[in-house]
Structures are given as structure tokens and as C-alpha cells.
């Protein structure tokens, strides 16, 4: 009687905080009129705005699944001096704002020996659209390491052994088999940090700086218009990085079910 109370109470708590967490989002959809998100959504600054968000997200992506995958590998198969402290590091991002995070980055890429350097072979950061891009990758990076990391440790090393004792190489070992077996957790952090990407705002603002129709990404449009009190601009805004996220969850979900299928066939 008394686990299928708490079986009840937990399901209950489930649908509760599910249903708040949905009538929350819900909101952005029916607060504004129709018309004024149409008109939101074909002003120039709204196409601007989604156009720089899914190069940068995209970019961003890329760079951190390419770094990630050696990463995570390396974190779950290698013993190595510092390795703690190496793993604590690349967590570290997760637990401060993303404005610190920010302006951490804004002091490293600014007026230092390396942002000099960088400057002198004509890389700028600050206050410019790869500014977004090195923002997005610092703030996705951790996420996407930890799925990484913790989908190679989930696959038994014994799979890699066989594999070396038929006469494959460490990296063909890797390619051919590791990392086809982690398909679905390379797939899952892929959605993650895209859709971290395109939600970062607090690195990008003070790194890449909020400027309108320059350095403006959805949620510095958010930002932008709820600061003018455009509120229909800004909701719309909103909805677009909500629509954006279901779309690549939904995604995840659809490869993620066709590959069950061909396994299971």
C-alpha cells in the first residue's frame, strides 16, 4: 500500500510540474495576436536575427562535436596525469553564469598577449560574429563532453580488444567500431549543443556584444526588444527558439526510433 502511494504521489508530481512547465511555454503562443507575431516574423531584423543564429549554432556545433569526440574518448579509455583535474576544468563552465563565462572569455580574447597575438595574424573576437561563435562553443563544450564522455565509458572496452586482436590499429579500432557503437550518444549531444548553441546569451553578449543587426542572435533580439519594449518582437523571438528546439528534439527522436528499427530488423 505505501509504494503504491508513493507510486501515485511521484506520477502525480510528474504531470504536475510537466503541465506547469507546458502551459509556461504555451503562454508565448497565445498572449500575442497572430498578426503581430506575422509581422514579427517577416520584419528584416527577425530574419537577420534566425539567419546568424543557425550559421553560428551550426558552426559552434561542428567545431565542438570535432573536439568533443577525442575529448570524451580520451577522458573514458586513458589514464593520464591530471586527468581529475582535467575532467573538473571542462565541467567547470556548468556551474557559473554564462556571464562570468563571458566575461572571462572577453578578458582572455581582449587586450592580452594572446588577443594581441591573434589580432597581428587578423583574428578579431571581441565585439564581432566569430565572437558569437567562440561564445556558443565555450557554453555548449562542457555538455557535450560529459554525453560524449559518458557514452564511450558505457561501451565495453572488450569490443575495442577483439577488434586489436584482428589486426586493427588503435584509430581504425575507433572508427570502425567505437564509434559506430556510439552513434545514438554522438547523435544526442549534437541536439544538445545546437540547442545550447542557439540559447546561449549571456557569453555571447559580453564577448560578441549585443549590437542590432550586427552581432544580434535570437536571444539578444529577445533582449533587445524587451529593452525598447517591443514586447511582440521579443515574444516572437521566443517562440522561434522554442520552435527551433522541438524541431531538433523531434529530429533526435525520429533517428534515434529509425535506428532502434534497423537494429531491431
Same mark, same amino acid.
Given at each position: 500500500?505505501?509504494?503504491?502511494?508513493?507510486?501515485?504521489?511521484?506520477?502525480?508530481?510528474?504531470?504536475?510540474?510537466?503541465?506547469?512547465?507546458? %502551459?509556461?511555454?504555451?503562454?508565448?503562443?497565445?498572449? #500575442?495576436?497572430?498578426?503581430?507575431?506575422?509581422?514579427?516574423?517577416?520584419?528584416?531584423?527577425?530574419?537577420?536575427?534566425?539567419?546568424?543564429?543557425?550559421?553560428?549554432?551550426?558552426?559552434? &556545433?561542428?567545431?565542438?562535436?570535432?573536439?568533443?569526440?577525442?575529448?570524451?574518448?580520451?577522458?573514458?579509455?586513458?589514464?593520464?596525469?591530471?586527468?581529475?583535474?582535467?575532467?573538473?576544468?571542462?565541467?567547470?563552465?556548468?556551474?557559473?553564469?554564462?556571464?562570468?563565462?563571458?566575461?572571462?572569455?572577453?578578458?582572455?580574447?581582449?587586450?592580452?598577449?594572446?588577443?594581441?597575438?591573434?589580432?597581428?595574424?587578423?583574428?578579431?573576437?571581441?565585439? %564581432?560574429?566569430?565572437?558569437?561563435?567562440?561564445?556558443?562553443?565555450? &557554453?555548449?563544450? #562542457?555538455?557535450?563532453?560529459?554525453?560524449? @564522455?559518458? &557514452?564511450?565509458?558505457?561501451?565495453?572496452?572488450?569490443?575495442?580488444?577483439?577488434?586489436?586482436?584482428?589486426?586493427? %590499429?588503435?584509430?581504425? &579500432?575507433?572508427?570502425?567500431?567505437?564509434?559506430?557503437?556510439?552513434?545514438?550518444?554522438?547523435?544526442?549531444?549534437?541536439?544538445?549543443?545546437?540547442?545550447?548553441?542557439?540559447?546561449?546569451?549571456?557569453?555571447?553578449?559580453? *564577448?560578441? +556584444?549585443?549590437?542590432?543587426?550586427?552581432?544580434?542572435? *535570437? #536571444?539578444?533580439?529577445?533582449?533587445?526588444?524587451?529593452?525598447? +519594449?517591443?514586447? +511582440?518582437?521579443?515574444?516572437?523571438? +521566443?517562440?522561434?527558439?522554442?520552435?527551433?528546439?522541438?524541431?531538433?528534439?523531434?529530429?533526435?527522436?525520429?533517428?534515434?526510433?529509425?535506428? @532502434?528499427?534497423?537494429?531491431?530488423?
Amino acid at each position: 500500500m505505501e509504494g503504491l502511494r508513493f507510486r501515485n504521489l511521484s506520477v502525480l508530481l510528474a504531470l504536475i510540474f510537466t503541465l506547469f512547465l507546458f %502551459t509556461a511555454v504555451a503562454t508565448l503562443f497565445f498572449v #500575442p495576436r497572430p498578426s503581430e507575431i506575422l509581422k514579427a516574423l517577416k520584419s528584416e531584423e527577425m530574419i537577420y536575427s534566425l539567419k546568424l543564429s543557425l550559421i553560428t549554432a551550426s558552426l559552434s &556545433t561542428l567545431l565542438v562535436i570535432l573536439i568533443g569526440i577525442p575529448i570524451g574518448y580520451a577522458l573514458s579509455r586513458f589514464s593520464f596525469p591530471g586527468k581529475s583535474a582535467v575532467k573538473s576544468i571542462l565541467d567547470l563552465p556548468m556551474a557559473f553564469p554564462e556571464l562570468v563565462l563571458g566575461l572571462a572569455l572577453l578578458l582572455l580574447f581582449g587586450n592580452t598577449a594572446f588577443g594581441k597575438l591573434l589580432s597581428d595574424f587578423g583574428i578579431k573576437v571581441v565585439f %564581432t560574429k566569430l565572437g558569437i561563435v567562440v561564445a556558443q562553443f565555450f &557554453t555548449a563544450f #562542457p555538455y557535450a563532453v560529459r554525453v560524449i @564522455h559518458t &557514452t564511450f565509458e558505457g561501451i565495453s572496452p572488450r569490443y575495442e580488444l577483439v577488434a586489436r586482436s584482428l589486426g586493427y %590499429t588503435e584509430f581504425e &579500432t575507433f572508427r570502425k567500431v567505437t564509434l559506430p557503437m556510439a552513434k545514438g550518444g554522438l547523435l544526442a549531444s549534437t541536439i544538445i549543443t545546437f540547442a545550447r548553441s542557439m540559447g546561449a546569451f549571456g557569453a555571447v553578449l559580453i *564577448l560578441a +556584444g549585443g549590437s542590432y543587426m550586427n552581432t544580434e542572435i *535570437l #536571444p539578444v533580439t529577445l533582449y533587445l526588444n524587451i529593452s525598447y +519594449g517591443n514586447i +511582440g518582437m521579443a515574444i516572437t523571438s +521566443g517562440i522561434v527558439l522554442v520552435v527551433v528546439s522541438f524541431l531538433a528534439i523531434l529530429l533526435f527522436e525520429k533517428l534515434e526510433d529509425e535506428e @532502434h528499427g534497423t537494429v531491431r530488423g
